[in-house]
């Protein structure tokens, strides 16, 4: 099963240390929520959210050894609302380990479904996404402190 498979079967049964251990050290990762990560922080995203999360659902749809397209099916727990996440990601892959990884999905549609009407309204606005980004980056902080 190729680097790109297992990360994605990873995800499925929330295993984040089976995730974390598909990314080189050096690695960078770059979506909507996060922003960019670096060395051992994508690794640690994966695991703060698969320990969070309760009842989330990963289809790996289509993927090849550069690229996936992926839908996350989760409660976002800040707010209660049901996701459905559409996900595109492209990946760079080096000696069997995930180098460089990045993210893209509509972080309007996101907003729309995660914070009900704020996200609707302000969905599109750099404001919000700094503020997720920065609410996103904290949660991360706190989780790799423990």
């Known amino acids: 099963m190729d680097v790109v498979a297992r990360l994605y079967d990873a995800f499925a049964r929330r295993d984040g ?10 690695a960078r990762f770059r979506d909507p929520a996060f922003g960019e990560l670096t060395g051992v922080e994508a690794g ?7 320990s969070r999360a309760e009842d989330l659902e ?3 749809v289509a993927h090849d050894a550069s690229s996936a397209h992926w839908i996350a099916r989760y409660t976002f727990t800040q707010t209660g609302r049901r996701v459905v996440n559409d996900v595109h990601a492209s990946f760079v892959v080096r000696d ?24 609707l309204v302000l969905g599109w606005t750099p404001l919000l996404r700094s503020k997720v980004r920065r609410t996103a980056r904290a949660g991360l902080d706190q989780f790799m402190r423990r």
């Open 96 to 119: 069997g380990l995930i180098v460089e990884h990045a993210d893209s999905f509509s972080f309007w549609r996101w907003s729309r479904q995660a914070l009900g009407p704020a996200g």
């Open 44 to 50: 640690q995203m994966w695991r703060m959210l698969t």
């Open 58 to 60: 990963v289809d790996l």
């Open 17 to 26: 240390d089976e995730m974390a251990s598909l990314y080189a050290p050096d």
